[in-house]
Structures are given as C-alpha cells and as structure tokens.
C-alpha cells in the first residue's frame, strides 16, 4: 500500500495561532490531495482540497500549500480557534481513488 | 449531517459470531466505501462499490464481505469475529469519486 505520511502526530495551539499539518506521500502519479476533517465521534468530513495545476488554495482561515517536486502538501489554519480542536486527515491519490488516509494529526487549540 | 446513515450505531458481540453492517449512501450517490478505524491503525480502507458492483479492494479480511443492493444501499458482513475486529466502521458515499460523504460510524466491540 502507498505510504503517506504526516506530521506531527499531534499538535496543541494558542487560540488565534497558525495551526500547520503536513502531508508526504510517494507516488507522483497522485492527482488530487484532500484534507479531512474528523471531531470525536463524528465521521470524517472533507475540509479542502487542491489538484496538482495550483500551488496554494485559499478557503476562509483554510489553506492548502502544494509542492510537487516535495511531494508534500500541507495545511495551514490561520488564526486557529477552539473549535477547530480536531483530528487531521491527508488522503492523497488519483483522482476518484483516495482511499488511503494519513494516519491524522490531533489538533488542539488552547482557549 | 452528511446524509449518509448507518445502522446499528453500536454493537456489541462474542468472538466467532457474524454481524451485518448497514449503509444508506445519500441519495442519488452511486458510490459507497467502507473503512475500519482503530486506535492503532488509523483509517483503513476496505471497499468500494459502485452501482452495485465492486469498484476497488482494500486490505480487507477473507471473514469480511461486502455488497451493494439495487437500491445502493450497502451491507458490510463481519464473520468469525476477533478481538482485534473491534473498531469503528465508516461507511461513505460518493457521486463523483471527488468527495467523500461519511455517515456516523457503527462502533463494533467485540468480547
């Protein structure tokens, strides 16, 4: 199975911070690279996502920074709030087919 | 609230038995997934159907079998149950392979 990686593990921030999560994966054939978000209890939910002919994706305090020649893409939640208190999930791959997720980052953002 | 739903919310059962999984993908989604989620092994991927025929496999065990019925609902059946099979299992619906629509989860423990 394709190996993606993220890191940290885990991640604990000031409220109003910069939150960044990083996703490395190996094959460079992937074409799509999504973000999930998952809150305890909950299924995951897909929070962002950005095709390989941009750089960087802008959505609210949401943003995906690509970089193929790294294969890595990560993501950046500004001005972190309490609410966003959850666990990360990368699931890079070809388009229609990500099926494999990172084994997620648990952020915690500090009131 | 993705749409997507899933039945029984939590189940309780002894090693060796068989339990059966329910999916109802959100309406007009063609496309379902299952996925285990443990605490050691993160978000596994284990099938997807696609109008009723299977779309792609995962690392999903001989004792586990899928199916996806003419009204695209799903069934996931989970036989001579272990220990180790206790997790969460995701069920998510797709229309274009794009995004994921994950349900609730069923919580499997087995003892």
């Known amino acids: 199975q394709q190996q993606v990686k993220q890191s940290p593990q885990s991640l604990i921030v000031q409220k109003g911070g910069i939150s960044i999560i990083n996703c490395a994966y190996e094959n460079t054939a992937f074409d799509y690279f999504p973000w999930y978000q998952q809150f305890p209890g909950k299924g995951p939910a897909l929070l962002i996502a950005i095709r390989p002919d941009v750089s960087e994706k802008k959505e609210g305090r949401f943003t995906i920074s690509f970089n193929k020649s790294a294969k890595q893409f990560s993501l950046h939640i500004m001005d972190s709030q309490p609410g966003d208190s959850a666990t990360y999930f990368c699931?890079?791959?070809?388009?229609?087919?990500?099926?494999?997720f990172g084994p997620g980052t648990r952020l915690s953002v500090l009131p | 609230d993705s749409g997507v739903t899933q039945t029984p919310k939590h189940l309780i059962t002894a090693t060796g038995q068989r339990v059966t999984l329910r999916c109802s993908p959100r309406?007009?989604?063609?496309?379902v997934y299952w996925y285990q989620q443990s605490l050691d092994q993160g978000l596994q991927f284990l099938i997807q159907?696609?109008?009723?025929?299977?779309?792609a496999k995962g690392n999903i065990l001989e004792r586990f079998s899928a199916q996806q019925f003419p009204d695209l609902h799903s069934e996931l059946n989970l036989s001579s149950l272990e220990l180790g099979d206790s997790a969460l299992y995701f069920c998510?619906?797709?229309?274009?392979?794009?995004?994921?629509?994950f349900g609730p989860g069923t919580r499997l423990l087995v003892l």
């Open positions: 998510a619906s797709s229309v274009d392979g794009e995004t994921q629509y």
């Open positions: 699931a890079p791959g070809p388009y229609g087919q990500n099926f494999v």
């Open positions: 309406s007009g989604d063609l496309s």
């Open positions: 159907y696609y109008n009723g025929e299977e779309r």
